[in-house]
């Protein structure tokens, strides 16, 4: 009887231990729905303005304010910028390669080419790299979160 005790004791505390544990950030997440990355970038007109939850792996924080983040897409080689008021949340640098699901509003940067050369710039200088404003050659649309909620695996 001790025995199975024993063993069932080991095994509760052993789920425990394995269970991911999740830090909430900002408002939290509360949408039901995970809307893809990659359908949102393939169409985003359907989602500006709009509430959507996205999950993906953090490829990247903002090392100087922990203001924005990217995840990146459920398809090769895209991502997508999570950006957050200065202070409301602030991203741990440790959650680079963690899942991550945010809650945000779909928002469009429609940057003419001086914009583009001051955000590029900005955050080139986040990132500590070199920056060349001659490799701007127009201007470009960006599609962004604006990060209300996250929940990060720690």
Known sequence: MYKLIAIIGALLITASFTQAKTTVYGKGVHLQE????????????TYLGKKVKVSGMVLEVCA????????????????????????????????????ATVEGVVEELNLSRD??????????????????????????KIIRIIGLGAEIDS
């Open 34 to 45: 995970v809307t893809k990355i990659s359908d949102l970038l393939a169409s985003p007109n």
């Open 115 to 140: 914009d583009l050369i001051r955000y590029k710039k900005h955050l080139a200088e986040e990132k500590g790299q070199p920056f060349d404003p001659t490799s701007i050659k127009e201007g470009e």
């Open 64 to 99: 100087k304010r922990g203001c924005w983040i990217y995840l990146a897409s459920d398809r090769s080689y895209e991502k997508i910028q999570i950006k957050v008021t200065d202070g409301v949340i602030v991203f741990p640098m440790n959650a680079s390669g963690k899942q």
